[in-house]
C-alpha cells in the first residue's frame, strides 16, 4: 500500500522525517580507516553528481514536505569548489542548515558560516594523538584540524566532535576525550564501529555503548549525570558534574535508535536513501533533470523506510557481510 500525498513525510511505522543531511560529493581529503577503502572508490563523472542549482531545487522539494533542518555531508563538503554558494542558497530555505566537515578548511569559510546563520559544525577527531590521528586518516592534518577546532569555539559556534571508537585503535582515550570537554564548549560523541562496504568490518574491533560507560563509569562513578535525550536524538548524552562540554555515545549496532529516527539522506549522485544503512535508494536526479515531479518519489521512499536498520533487526543480521555488504561505502552515502 503506498501513502496519500501528505506533509509531513511520514513512514509506515508513524516516524515523521524533518531532518536531511545532504551529501556534496564521495572525495575528500582525508582517508579514514572506516569510511574509504585504502585504494580509494572510483571517481565517476561530474555529470553523474548534482550541480549547484540541482541540491538547491531537490532541498526546495524537501523543504515542501516539512523538512526543517538540513545537515551538509560529504565525503568532506567544503573541497567542492561552489561549497559557498550552495550554503548561500540553502541558507534562504526556511531550514536550520548545518555542516559536518573533517575541519581542515574550516578557517576558509567562517564568514560564509556566518553570513548563511550556520550555527552547528560536526567534526571528526578520532584521536587526540597526532601520531594516532594522522594513522587513522592516512594523512598529516591533526595540527590544522585542532587550529581550526580553536576558532570554532572562539566564535562560539555549536561544535560537536565525532569519534569512532575501535578496539587497540583509540578505545584507551575515551577518558582523554571527556577530559578535552572539561573547560571547552564540545559535545563530544563516540559512535560504535558500523559496517559498510570495503571497510573490513568486524565487530572484535568494536566497543559497544555498554563498554563505554563500564569505563566511563569506574572513572567518575558518581560524577557522571544523564542528560535529557529526545525522541529524535541519535545519541545518549551525558555531562561529568561540574565540565563545560558534554559527551554523548552513538549505539548504532548494539542499541539502535531507529523509533525516534526522523533522518533521510540525499547522495551526492542525488540519490534519496530512507535509512543509512539500507541499500534501497530512489533516483531523484533523473527525474528533476526530465523536468518530472520528484514529490511523490520522496513520499515513495520515506514511506516504504523499514523499522529497524534498512530490515537488518537483529545483531546477527547486521553482522551478517551477505547483508551489511550489500550498502555503499560510507564515503559514497556521505556522514
Known sequence: MSPEPLTPLSDQFGRIHDYLRISLTERCNLRCVYCMPAEGIVLRPKSQFMKTGEVIALATEFVKLGVTKIRLTGGEPLIRNDAKEIMEGLCKLPVQLAVSTNGILIDKFLETFKNCNIHSINVSLDSLKEDRFNAVTRR??????????????????????????????????????IEFTKDRNIHYRFIEFMPFNGNKWDWNKGLSYKAMMEIIMLAYNKKVVKLKDKKTDTAKAFQIDGYKGTFAIISSVTNPFCDGCNRLRLTADGKIKNCLFSNNETDLLTPLREGKDVLNLIRESVWHKKRVRGGMETFEDFSAPELNQLNRNMISIGG
Open 140 to 177: 598529516n592534518d591533526f595540527n590544522k584540524i585542532i587550529s581550526n577546532i580553536g576558532l570554532l569555539l572562539k566564535d562560539e559556534f555549536h561544535l560537536k566532535l565525532n569519534a569512532v571508537i575501535m578496539k587497540g585503535v583509540n578505545d584507551d582515550e575515551l577518558i582523554d576525550f
